[in-house]
T-cell receptor, first 112, second 115 residues
Framework: NAGVTQTPKFQVLKTGQSMTLQCAQDMNHEYMSWYRQDPGMGLRLIHY???????DQGEVPNGYNVSRSTTEDFPLRLLSAAPSQTSVYFCASSYGRNGEAFFGQGTRLTVV | AQTVTQSQPEMSVQEAETVTLSCTYD???????LFWYKQPPSRQMILVIRQEAYKQQNATENRFSVNFQKAAKSFSLKISDSQLGDAAMYFC????????????FGTGTLLAVQP
């Protein structure tokens, strides 16, 4: 049972490059979210999805795009990376409106 | 807007002793969920304990228990018989009812366990 899988685990980007952080879950969860974790700031919600084809913005959405074409996958796209996007990114999924959130292992992204 | 505050950036406890981590929150909702997550150096987010606001009884999970004071909007975590494996960052989090995606986290407390 893989749970929530994030790839890659580490990434270094140059300013202006684009990339996609992958998130996949095998629990048939409707709800998926992306958070970023910065030192001294806890985790903050970037984007979330309540089902295939439905996404919405969280607290810090600027600079990120998401789409949800399948129940299993919820990729996070950085169109033009900036040093301010250096962070650890977590994907989470849950079942139902009050289900427990299951987190992936995180992706440490450095933008130079 | 809801907020979660953890006023202790770092704490230290001796092995086998008890430690309490503090958390306060602000909300105008009457029903919600509160959580404590543990993040060890592996970075994995591990759910430690969960409290539903409409339940007056404090949640307990083995050596972990909470002191939930709804009127004071306080949600502290007590770790009894501390073990070396308890060393980690601990996050307090709030979530509105029916909004499973929308966890609001505090800034975390880094707990060190001294042998």
């Amino acid at each position: 049972n893989a749970g929530v899988t994030q790839t890659p685990k580490f990434q270094v980007l140059k300013t202006g490059q684009s990339m996609t952080l992958q998130c996949a879950q095998d629990m048939n969860h409707e709800y998926m979210s992306w958070y970023r974790q910065d030192p001294g700031m806890g985790l903050r919600l970037i984007h979330y999805s309540v089902g295939a084809g439905i996404t919405d913005q969280g607290e810090v959405p600027n600079g990120y795009n998401v789409s949800r074409s399948t129940t299993e996958d919820f990729p996070l796209r950085l169109l033009s990376a900036a040093p301010s996007q250096t962070s650890v990114y977590f994907c989470a999924s849950s079942y139902g409106r009050n289900g427990e959130a299951f987190f992936g292992q995180g992706t440490r992204l450095t933008v130079v | 807007a809801q907020t979660v505050t953890q006023s202790q950036p770092e704490m230290s406890v001796q092995e086998a002793e008890t430690v309490t981590l503090s958390c306060t929150y602000d909300t105008s909702e009457s029903d919600y969920y509160l959580f404590w997550y543990k993040q060890p150096p592996s970075r994995q987010m591990i759910l430690v304990i969960r409290q539903e606001a409409y339940k007056q009884q404090n949640a307990t999970e083995n050596r972990f228990s909470v002191n939930f004071q709804k009127a004071a909007k306080s949600f502290s975590l007590k770790i009894s018989d501390s073990q070396l494996g308890d060393a980690a960052m601990y996050f307090c989090a709030y979530r509105p009812v029916g909004a499973t995606n929308k966890l609001i986290f505090g800034t975390g407390t880094l707990l060190a366990v001294q042998p």
